[in-house]
C-alpha cells in the first residue's frame, strides 16, 4: 500500500522560499505507477494543483505559479519536492502531496498534509 | 472563484438522499472524466467516485456518481451523521492543461 508524508518547516518568512518534501513509501518513485502532486488548501478555502511531477523528471505547473515554483524528484531518498520562492501571505495554506497512477485521472492517495504559515 | 462551480452548502436528516451539482464547461467536464473527493473535519481528502460514477474500494454504495454533459452530481443516499463533511469535484481542464476544482460543498447532517 503506497503512503505519502509530507514535510517542511511550518513557517516561512516572506519573499523566502518554502521548501517542502513527500516521503513515498510502498513504492518506487520512479517505477512509473504514479505521478505526483501538490495541492494545497488554504484555511476554509478551497483545493488547488499547484503542479506535478512525472516518474521521469518532466513537470507540469499550474499556469498561476509557474514561474515561482519548482517540482523534482529524489530518487535515492524516494521523495518528490516542492519549492516556491518569493512567498507572500497568500501563500498560507495546509499542502497535500498527492498520488495519481497511472492511467488514472483521480488523485488515488493523498497525504496527511503540512501547514505552512507566511 | 473555481473554476468548477459548486453550492456552498447542502443538508439533509439521517436516511435521506442529499444531491450536490458541479458544474463547468466544454474543457472540462464536458470533455473529460468527473472525479469526487470527500474531506472530513480536519482530514485530508480521500478519494470518493473516480471516471464519474466509479467507486474506489471500501467506498460504500451510498454514494453515486453520474454526468451529462457539462454537468456532473453527487449523490448520497441513506444519509448518516458521518458524511458531514466538504465534497469537492475535480475534472482535467484542457484550457489550463490542468487539474481544476469545486470549490466545494459542505454537507450537514440535521
Known amino acids: 500500500q503506497v503512503q505519502l508524508q509530507e514535510s517542511g518547516p511550518g513557517l516561512v518568512k516572506p519573499s523566502q522560499t518554502l521548501s517542502l518534501t513527500c516521503t513515498v513509501s510502498g513504492d518506487s518513485i520512479n517505477s512509473g505507477d504514479f505521478y505526483w502532486s501538490w495541492i494545497r488548501q488554504p484555511a476554509g478555502k478551497g483545493l488547488e494543483c499547484i503542479g506535478r511531477v512525472y516518474s521521469n523528471g518532466n513537470t507540469n505547473y499550474n499556469p498561476s505559479h509557474k514561474s515561482r515554483i519548482t517540482m523534482s524528484l529524489d530518487t535515492s531518498k524516494n521523495q518528490f519536492s516542492l519549492r516556491v520562492k518569493s512567498v507572500i501571505a497568500a501563500d498560507t495554506a495546509v499542502y497535500y502531496c498527492?498520488?495519481?497512477?497511472?492511467?488514472?485521472?483521480?488523485?488515488?492517495?493523498w497525504g496527511q498534509g503540512t501547514m505552512v504559515t507566511v | 472563484q473555481s473554476v468548477l462551480a459548486q453550492p456552498p452548502s447542502a443538508s439533509g436528516t439521517p436516511g435521506q438522499r442529499v444531491t450536490i451539482s458541479c458544474s463547468g464547461s466544454s474543457s472540462n467536464i464536458g470533455s473529460t472524466n468527473v472525479n469526487w473527493y470527500q474531506q472530513l473535519p480536519g482530514m485530508a481528502p480521500k478519494l470518493l467516485i473516480y471516471r464519474n460514477n466509479q467507486r474506489p474500494s471500501g467506498v460504500p454504495d451510498r454514494f453515486s456518481g453520474s454526468k451529462s454533459g457539462t454537468s456532473a452530481s453527487l449523490a448520497i443516499s441513506g444519509l448518516q451523521s458521518d458524511d458531514e463533511a466538504n465534497y469537492y469535484c475535480a475534472a482535467w481542464d484542457d484550457s489550463l492543461n490542468g487539474p481544476v476544482f469545486g470549490g466545494g460543498t459542505k454537507v450537514t447532517v440535521l
Open positions: 498527492a498520488g495519481t497512477q497511472v492511467g488514472s485521472e483521480a488523485f488515488d492517495i
